[in-house]
């Protein structure tokens, strides 16, 4: 069993930045495929970041390549999002994830079989 929770989220203003951290239990998050995924309201969940085992490979979405960070601290066993240059589109809560199954980074959300409950991120205009 691996049991995530993520925090960070709130309330910004465009353009600002924001950090989040999913702090995992049960498990070496380092020996794992690490993911964010957000769901927006009213919007299907979908891939932001990932970052394969040991930092070795990461990948973004089109969307916030450039403003985006995956990272980890294998010695808080914690991985972040770090998230700049915000803007009122990234408002969703932000989901942590992890591949138990697979080294690869999917960005299909069935394919991860543990979820943290999330953290909202609201970014106004």
């Known amino acids: 069993q691996v049991q995530l929770v993520e925090s960070g989220g709130g309330l910004v203003q465009a353009g600002d930045s924001l950090r989040l951290s999913c702090t995992g239990s049960?498990?070496?998050?380092?020996?794992?495929?690490m993911e964010w995924f957000r769901q927006a309201a009213g919007k299907e969940r979908e891939f932001v970041a990932g970052m394969s085992t040991s930092g070795g490979r990461t990948s973004y979405a089109d969307s916030v390549e450039g403003r985006f960070t995956i990272s980890r601290d294998n010695a808080k066993n914690t991985v972040y999002l770090q998230m700049n240059s915000l803007k009122p589109e990234d408002t969703a809560i932000y989901y942590c994830a992890a591949d138990t199954f697979t080294l690869a980074i999917i960005t299909t959300p069935g394919a991860m079989n543990y979820w943290g409950k999330g953290t909202l991120v609201t970014v106004s205009s």
């Open positions: 049960g498990r070496t998050l380092s020996s794992l495929t």
